[in-house]
């Protein structure tokens, strides 16, 4: 089973930008659909955006549409979150998650993601305005 660990949260001004880090151990990285989910403070968690097994394909939260670009490179086991022109409601801790079983495309929905296993400890981003 996978282990992720994600970096590169902080602190920035709105209208700034930010690149999230998601590193997996294990060789079968590949094998996994990724997502990127965030919770705010007193909020459940929400997913962000999700990113097929060979990264040809991606999925997002209409709320980060445009804004934010998930990438990943298999052969450094890792996924990235490309987030620009932030805004407030964009602070929360960011998660990283793997699916092994299922579609990227299903990967945002609640059933899906709230039954998943493999979890990254998260990262915080905090924007001001």
């Known amino acids: 089973q996978a282990q992720l660990v994600e970096s590169g949260g902080g602190l920035v001004q709105a209208g700034g930008s930010l690149r999230l880090s998601c590193a997996a151990s294990g060789r079968t990285f590949s094998s996994y659909a990724m997502g990127w989910f965030r919770q705010a403070p007193g909020t459940e968690r929400e997913f962000v955006a999700a990113i097929s097994r060979s990264g040809s394909s991606t999925y997002y939260a209409h709320s980060v549409k445009g804004r934010f670009t998930i990438s990943r490179d298999n052969a450094k086991n890792t996924v990235y979150l490309q987030m620009n022109s932030l805004k407030p409601e964009d602070t929360a801790v960011y998660y990283c998650?793997?699916?092994?079983?299922?579609?990227?495309?299903?990967?945002?929905?609640?059933?899906?993601?709230?039954?998943?296993?493999?979890w990254g400890q998260g990262t915080l981003v905090t924007v001001s305005s």
């Open positions: 998650a793997a699916d092994q079983f299922g579609s990227y495309y299903t990967l945002g929905t609640p059933n899906r993601y709230k039954n998943l296993e493999v």
